[in-house]
């Protein structure tokens, strides 16, 4: 069962993942440099597909979904692996990623390279695209400035000459990633509960 190799590598690193009624998804949160996104994570036996997507919390307002649109193009032409797209109903902004194992065996690394590549795609370009509905950036110069920073941000001696971005095993450190994003996790939920203490009255203590 695929979902089983899921299920497992999240809990051998201490996630918490909600499974869906069917037993074929899950899903969890993740806290980012800007926002808290959720993962879902489903399969199909039959078809033998996994699928990574990952969505972030905002709702693209309907009047700016079709520049929103354009920085999605823009951002997409340079990825390698996984794309961008946005739900032109409800204005849901995602990234998704997906393998088809057929005849083949799905192994952990396999999960972590595409949960690790979802995660830090979002986390890079999801501000970009706040600066375009919500800053007047043109989209072209969002998605340069966001190009710009994860280059600098993964060590790159010099900002990339070109709008392309490298996604590649060999610039991304996906164990790390793994680690910083569940860090950022547990902070942010530690944070919560503080604050969720703070709100109660004196004679109250949160469980």
Do not use: K, W
């Not at 990952?54 to 929103?68: F, G």
């Not at 902004?93 to 595409?114: A, H, K, N, Q």
């Not at 919560?192 to 203590?205: I, K, Q």
Request: hydrophobic share 40%; net charge negative.
């Amino acid at each position: 069962m695929l979902m089983s190799v899921v299920t497992r590598e999240f809990e051998e690193n201490g996630l918490q993942f909600t499974p869906s009624a069917d037993g074929n998804a899950c899903s969890l949160p993740m806290a980012g440099s800007s926002a808290v996104y959720t993962v879902h994570v489903s399969v199909d036996d039959h078809a033998e597909q996994v699928i990574v997507l990952i969505v972030a919390p905002q709702r693209i307002p309907v009047a700016s979904r079709l520049t929103a649109c354009e920085y999605i193009v823009r951002v997409n032409q340079g990825l390698r692996l996984g794309g961008f797209d946005l739900d032109m109903n409800d204005g849901e902004f995602r990234f998704r990623i997906g393998i088809d194992v057929e005849g083949g065996e799905f192994v952990p690394s396999m999960l972590r390279t595409m949960f690790g590549l979802a995660c830090t795609s979002m986390d890079a370009y999801n501000d970009g695209i706040l600066r375009v509905v919500y800053g007047n950036i043109r989209p072209e110069d969002a998605t340069a400035d966001a190009v710009v920073a994860l280059h600098l941000a993964f060590g790159h001696s010099e900002p990339v000459s070109e709008n392309v971005d490298d996604l590649s095993d060999d610039s991304l450190d996906i164990d790390a990633i793994l680690r910083e994003l569940e860090s950022d996790s547990r902070r942010t939920e530690h944070q919560d509960a503080d604050r969720h203490r703070r709100d109660l009255p004196g004679d109250r203590v949160a469980d």
